[in-house]
T-cell receptor
Framework: GAGVSQSPSNKVTEKGKDVELRCDPI?????LYWYRQSLGQGLEFLIY????????KSGLPSDRFSAERTGGSVSTLTIQRTQQEDSAVYLC????????????FGSGTRLTVV | DAKTTQPTSMDCAEGRAANLPCNHS???????VYWYRQIHSQGPQYIIH???NNETNEMASLIITEDRKSSTLILPHATLRDTAVYYC????????????FGKGTKLTVNP
């Protein structure tokens, strides 16, 4: 596609429920990143994919968070047993690869846990 | 990532040039300087990047000092829509090459 697409754009869920957030990167972009941004805070790195593998998961805050990527394209971030502190905007970015290229970010999914 | 230091906030009059400084004194010889901005409620947007030469594109100019320890992002004719948080980032080459976003500079363009 023309840009990075994320869905849903907004999600309200009850505490304790599981949620899945989807990221559709730019076609051909091999690198994919997930970040989150809590209200009034900076961007926090979560996980990096190169193709379908995730060589850097260092930012996942707990084992309730997981992500996968299939076909070197779409990625899903899953949060199990959501907590109120998980409320944030979850941003996905893709890239052809670094060095000379930067990232293109999606518009994010705003997750609210009530 | 090489540490960067930016002012917390800046103001600029509409139509004037906005000059946003960034210090990156620990930068290595092969590390690029990237600039992104984040307009309220949107994902970050790539602006420009450079290694050692000055760079210009349709959005901005990037001036990097000869010793590469600092740089300045220039928006030549700021508009109200340029109000945003501007991030200067020097990602470490190799590994995941993830961008580590600091607090950036909140630029407010005033009418």
């Amino acid at each position: 596609g023309a840009g990075v697409s994320q869905s849903p754009s907004n999600k309200v869920t009850e505490k304790g429920k599981d949620v899945e957030l989807r990221c559709d990167p730019i076609s051909g972009h091999t690198a994919l990143y997930w970040y989150r941004q809590s209200l009034g805070q900076g961007l926090e790195f979560l996980i990096y994919f190169q193709g379908n593998s995730a060589p850097d998961k260092s930012g996942l805050p707990s084992d309730r968070f997981s992500a996968e990527r299939t076909g070197g394209s779409v990625s899903t971030l899953t949060i199990q047993r959501t907590q109120q502190e998980d409320s944030a905007v979850y941003l996905c970015a893709s890239s052809l690869g670094f060095g000379l290229y930067g990232y293109t970010f999606g518009s994010g999914t705003r997750l609210t846990v009530v | 990532d090489a540490k960067t230091t930016q002012p917390t906030s800046m103001d600029c009059a509409e139509g004037r040039a906005a000059n946003l400084p960034c210090n990156h004194s620990t930068i290595s010889g092969n590390e690029y300087v990237y600039w992104y901005r984040q307009i309220h409620s949107q994902g970050p947007q790539y602006i420009i990047h450079g290694l050692k030469n000055n760079e210009t594109n349709e959005m901005a100019s990037l001036i990097i000092t000869e010793d590469r320890k600092s740089s300045t992002l220039i928006l030549p004719h700021a508009t109200l829509r340029d109000t945003a948080v501007y991030y200067c980032i020097v990602p470490t080459q190799g590994g995941s090459e993830k961008l580590v976003f600091g607090k950036g500079t909140k630029l407010t363009v005033n009418p």
